[in-house]
């Protein structure tokens, strides 16, 4: 332990030390770290996170191997003249990444009158005038070249012309994400540095903060570039507060032990006092105090972030790996540039000292312990509603629904609704030495099913109307190879809702009737087994991280109660705030069900841990548990404002501001979860601790070595 220690303060030495050279370091890693952050490739498709083995991902993958497309669109064009759609049809092939266009006259020339078709074909893509048709791209949905040709498309059309599809989704998900990314940021660091201007005492110190921190990506989702950097700021901002509350405290005992007591009286001589050694010296030992704190603070955060990569839906490992890679760096960061920043600026820091806004709260711990049993009838009485709401409440798995409804994408989704009666649209993959007669059997099965529009392949188009020596050869490999065959299925169904879900599965089932091989893909079918595989992922991760951080708890105080005790609080304040938006009739994205419930347990259990730590140091000094407990809740209630506060600033803000809901619900939960953490780690966790000292104590005092640590512990936070 001694040991340990002294190489503590030998490390808090070599920083003060070092501190110049640290800054210069830490500068010239902004450049490589910029770099790296413009140069990561973001993902924008969030389907593409799903298990690359399950039949609807390995039918994507087969349509890029085979007929080098994952990608297609329903274009939707209103008031134009035959001769007029020929011509921006040609044009719109002659765009790169476009494998294809098809309409009417892929098949037949535009000098015989469309009338003449069936009438089933010329429903499905004719409607008064308004007529449609179908872009295949020689990319995957997400792909930069699809997402080029989209923008290239919409440039060349006209303002009656409307492309619809999951690649235009994404695209306007990318242009708007790109669009509002930074600005998260800059919310996030100045509503935080508000927040903690008015709650710390010196003005500069907050900007400080925000410039210890360093933000490294590898290739990620849209949604983990726009949360990183400002979950990252609200949840690694504690190891900040922790250093700086150290070093003063450190300030504060050099000055007492170094003044006589004729000079102690006056506030001015004091700061006069704190010379460059002395500060230098509190700085070290600062950091050596603060580098057990935040390890350990930290650990329980890494832990609710790696619980999410165990997610079969990979965008659970890709915001998990980068947000615990985020902590760590904050650490590092906060025992490093933080101190160097801090001694540097030692004398600014100084001039922009206040009296912080952020009351005292004295009172509180013995207010708390006073009326304890009260709040523990609250806990009970909150609980079970808290609970059903929980369970209830409904999620949205439609990736448009996150979107603003005036978008290009949205806007050409429900023209497509409108006019031609459908919401989405899937591709059956057939052998392609299915015989013909099967296909049209099939076809003719599937255009009964609930829902179906129409059922279109190079098989229905040669039995309807067309002699097969007259079907182009373009048009042809587009739908057909050695291999497999393409047909396209036309549903009136939206994405995500129960009857289209039912729908895929009555498709799929006559699709393996006729070819055990045959496979149903595209974005309904994908969503399908997205909503099956995240409600499985749900149970998984929650009981990963419980279990995870109950281990670290159990392991930190060597005590069977005390992780119950800590992990039910704060799932507690989990269950209220996921179980408000039942009651309000909110329905909050898929992803927040899943990772909402890890953040908000990783990022502020370390309340409750800081309160703890104070509570058994004065219960094993021999303090009354009355006392003990009001004065661990005294001695904390502040600390754990400012941390909580400085959370929801960094989250709140964005929660306003983003326009894609998918961001603003993670952050507006992220917010109100730190409030809510904080009221049940302030007001039920120390009426805890008075219901159950008694069996606290008996399983502590069984651990005469833990005791004798926890007597010689020193509460840096």
């Given amino acids: 332990m001694e040991e340990k220690r002294n190489a503590m303060e030998k490390f808090g030495k070599k920083v003060v030390q070092l501190r ?5 370091v830490g500068l010239l890693l902004l450049i490589p770290s910029f770099v790296g ?13 799903l298990p690359k083995d399950i039949e609807t991902m390995v039918g994507q993958d087969i349509l890029v191997e085979e007929f080098g497309t994952g990608a297609f669109s329903m274009f939707v064009v209103q008031e134009m003249e035959p001769k007029e759609c020929a011509g921006l049809k040609e044009e719109i092939e002659n765009i790169e990444h476009v494998e294809k266009v098809i309409w009417y006259n892929s098949v037949m020339d535009i000098s015989v009158p469309m009338e003449l078709l069936p009438g089933e074909i010329y429903e499905a893509f004719n409607s008064g005038d308004t007529t449609m048709m179908a872009i295949i791209f020689n990319e995957t949905t997400s792909a930069d070249g699809t997402m080029e040709a989209i923008a290239e498309i919409r440039r060349v059309a006209d303002k009656n012309c409307f492309l619809s599809g999951m690649s235009a989704v994404v695209t306007d998900t990318k242009n708007l994400s790109e669009k509002e990314a930074p600005i998260y940021v800059c919310i996030a660091v100045l509503l935080s540095c508000l927040v903690l201007s008015l709650t710390m005492d010196s003005f500069l110190i907050p900007f400080l903060f925000n410039l210890g921190s360093n933000v490294f990506m590898g290739e990620i989702s849209y949604i983990t570039k726009a949360l990183s950097a400002v979950l990252q700021l609200g949840v690694t901002m504690d190891y900040s507060i922790f250093l700086w509350h150290s070093y003063q405290e450190n300030q504060n ?5 170094n003044d006589s007591p004729v000079r102690a009286f006056s506030q001015k001589q004091d700061t006069a006092k704190r010379c460059t050694g002395t500060k230098e010296q509190a700085m070290a030992r600062a950091i050596s105090e603060t580098i057990t704190s935040v390890v350990s603070s930290s650990m329980t955060t890494v832990a609710g972030f790696i619980a999410l ?9 890709d915001l998990g790996i980068v947000m615990a890679k985020g902590v760590v760096f904050g650490v590092i960061t906060c025992v490093t540039i933080l101190p160097s920043l801090i001694l540097v600026f030692d004398k600014a820091l100084e001039k922009t000292r206040h009296k912080a806004l952020l009351p005292d709260m004295n009172g509180t711990g013995a207010f708390i312990t006073k009326h304890y049993k009260l709040f523990m009838i609250l806990f009970v009485a909150i609980l079970f509603p808290a609970i059903i709401g929980y369970r209830n409440t409904k999620v949205y798995y439609n990736l448009d629904e996150t979107l603003p409804k005036d978008l290009p994408s949205i806007v050409a989704n429900d023209k497509l609704n409108e006019s031609f009666d459908m919401n989405a649209t899937h591709m059956l993959l057939l052998s392609a030495d299915l015989p013909a007669k099967d296909v049209r059997h099939m076809t003719d099965e599937m255009k009964g099913v609930d829902g179906v529009n129409w059922v279109l392949g190079l098989n229905a188009l040669k039995s309807d109307f067309i002699p097969e020596e007259l079907i182009p050869s373009d048009l042809t490999d587009s739908l057909i190879n050695e291999n497999w065959q393409l047909l396209l299925v036309g549903s009136q169904y939206k994405v995500a809702s129960d009857e ?15 070819d055990k091989q045959g496979m149903l893909v595209g974005e309904a079918p994908c969503t399908k087994d997205l909503i099956e595989i995240t409600d499985k992922d749900f149970s998984t991760v929650s009981v990963v991280s419980i279990g995870v951080i ?12 005390l992780p119950i005790i800590l992990v039910s609080v704060i799932e507690m304040a989990i269950f209220v705030n996921m179980g408000i938006p039942y ?27 800081l309160m703890t730590t104070r509570y058994r140091k004065e219960r094993f000094a021999n303090l009354p548990k009355k006392e ?8 904390s209630v502040k600390s754990i404002m400012v941390s909580a506060l400085s959370f929801f600033a960094a989250t709140f803000g964005v929660g306003l501001y983003s326009n894609i809901d998918m961001i603003s619900s993670l952050c507006t939960l992220m917010a109100r979860g730190a409030l809510i953490s904080m009221a049940a780690v302030i007001l039920v966790l120390p009426s805890m601790f008075m219901v159950f000292d008694k069996i606290i104590i008996r399983s502590n005092t069984k651990h005469k070595v833990v005791k004798k640590k926890i007597e010689q512990e020193v509460v840096s936070i």
């Fill in 37 to 49: 952050y413009v140069s990561t490739k973001v993902n924008y498709d969030i389907l593409s996170y």
């Fill in 309 to 317: 990569c165990f997610m079969s839906f990979t965008l659970g490992m």
């Fill in 253 to 257: 005992r050099n000055v007492k032990e």
């Fill in 500 to 514: 289209v879900n039912t729908q895929c599965e009555t498709l799929s089932a006559i699709c393996k009737k006729y």
């Fill in 583 to 609: 009651y309000t009739g909110t329905e909050i994205p898929f992803i927040a069900s899943v990772v909402i419930g890890t953040i908000q347990l990783g990022a502020t259990v370390d309340y409750a841990i």
């Fill in 20 to 24: 110049i050279p640290i800054l210069i």
């Fill in 550 to 561: 109950f281990i670290i708890i159990l392991l930190v105080f060597r005590s069977v109660p």
């Fill in 628 to 635: 003990a407990v009001a004065d661990a809740c005294q001695s």
